[in-house]
């Protein structure tokens, strides 16, 4: 893949009124950039160049979802400016607004910011109240009643796929989990938006409130349940299994998941599945990071580290399963 002539997006970005743009950390399947529109911190985010910009790459749909949810009680950044470029020489790029806050996984990252678990257990619920939010958006409203829904059964396929792709020895035995899935799948709920890797380290906050959701590469429409369990298992230490500051200080799963159905109005049924679904779903992209880092000159330690996990992962898959409420 060319690297992103630096020069080129810099004279793009002139014309926009952006200036003194910065390459910005994260970010796998598009360039972030902290910049400055006037007296305004900005952040720019462009489609890799050389490829085309679809799926995940493709920086104006998100774009568009981010602009349909402005001014609504889901926190989004104010899309300022967009660029559809000539992929794929030249890609497209959109320019948002800064936004104030922090973003952290309190039950992964090993330093965390200077916040209380106090603050943090406020921000989870937060982040669950928000994330129902976003889950009563009629999809007429939001102009996306044309984009194709997908079900619980595509989302176990989706990952499948993945792990078709990895070693066999990362995750023993995923196929039974796959097959133990397809055969218990629930029936989908009505179709709305669906984040697809809503957890805290994809929110800003500040305090307890959740000042922005970001990271909107692969939002889909399908069931919402598939948001919740991801959240579910990402706020749940007996996940990945780490010795973090605040593993044992924060709201359990079960509190969390509450929270949500309150905010939203109405019980959620076979959450216990999709918490299976989301352990299966992390142990397929985990193991295919590992495999990419495992192909580097110099792997990564910590992302090695996460090789015992994987199994631990669809272990944690088959007790969600074999749970009353799955």
Known sequence: MPDLDP????????????VDARPLSGGASSLTYAARMGERRVVVKVAPPGVAPVHNRDVLRQARLIRALGGTAVP??????????DPPAVPPLFVMSWVEGDSFEPLFDVDPPNVTADVVSERLRDAARTLAGLHRFDLGWLGLVHEPASGPVDEVDRWCRTLE???PPLVPGWREVY??????????????VVHGDYRLGNL????????????????SVGDPRVDVGWFLINADPRSYRRATALAGSLPPPEELARVYEDTL??????????EALSC?????????IVKHNRRRSSPDRALEAM????????????????SPTA
Do not use: C, M
């Open 7 to 18: 020069e080129e997006l810099a004279s793009r970005l002139r014309s926009a009124g952006v």
């Open 76 to 85: 989004v950044p104010e899309i300022l400016h967009e660029d559809v470029g």
């Open 165 to 167: 792709t990895v070693d």
């Open 179 to 192: 097959d133990a899935l397809r055969a218990t799948a629930p029936v989908p709920l009505p179709p709305v």
């Open 204 to 219: 800003f906050a500040t305090g307890g409130r959740v000042t922005a959701v970001v990271d909107w590469e692969i939002w």
């Open 265 to 274: 109005g109405q019980p959620q049924t076979d959450l216990a599945w999709f």
């Open 280 to 288: 299966f779903k992390s142990a397929a992209t985990w193991s295919l």
């Open 307 to 322: 090789v015992p996990v994987l199994p631990a992962l669809l272990r944690r898959a088959r007790d969600h399963l074999a």
